[in-house]
């Protein structure tokens, strides 16, 4: 299972939401089936619909 927690400790070179979308969808070509929404991202642009895009970008 992918936490969205560790993807952000394991790329703190991240500065913005779409930098994390990006990552995620590389996550999906690793086999990765599920995916927890554990934090709100701590980028000043993460949008108020952050959970929709960043399961839209997962799956």
Do not use: C
Not at 13 to 24: D, G, H, R, Y
Not at 30 to 40: A, K, L, P, Q
């Amino acid at each position: 299972m992918l936490y969205l927690s560790e993807l952000l400790m394991e790329h703190h070179e991240l500065q913005t939401f779409e930098e994390l979308v990006e990552i995620i969808k590389q996550q999906t070509q690793t086999g990765e089936r599920f995916f927890r929404m554990d934090v709100r991202p701590p980028f000043p642009d993460t949008p108020e619909n952050w959970e929709d895009r960043l399961e839209a970008a997962f799956y």
